[in-house]
């Protein structure tokens, strides 16, 4: 987990290092935007750093600037096919998370379908909404 190099070779660890191909739409220093294989919609891209962090908690703050700069100019891309896209970062196996090389997804909408599937959602109650914020250790305002 964390920064180390992982134990088995890492699909976007190859990539970044030119051994295995992908279809790269963006490349600076330190990141990559390339087309997802198996795209949602067509456009999907994947926003990775070259270095190999499992997830973003682990990306060093020094990066963090740099990668959003990043992910914002794949948006640019993106919003050269369609306004409408959304961003998702899956993070561990519960969210969804198959490659663990930090990635975020664009994912270009086309249409009012929801590719994310639909989970039934109520009104959070003020209780609930408390409890939470506290066990999220908010809130914290800098
Ligand atoms: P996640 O579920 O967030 O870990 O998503 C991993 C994504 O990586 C999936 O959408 C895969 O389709 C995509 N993927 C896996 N291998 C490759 C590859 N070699 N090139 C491009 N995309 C890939
Ligand atoms: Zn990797």
Redesign the pocket.
Known sequence: MGSAAPAAPC??C??AAGR????VVYEDANTLA???????TRG?L?VVPKRHVDRLVDLPSTEHAGYLGALAQACRQVERLTKDYNI???QGRL??????HL?F?VIPRYDAGNPFGTLPRTRIGEADAAAVVRDLGGPIRR
């Open positions: 699909v976007f190859e990539i295995s191909p992908a279809y390339f087309l997802d294989i198996f795209p949602f999907h994947l998702g970062l899956n969210a969804g998370q198959i490659v663990f990635h997804h």
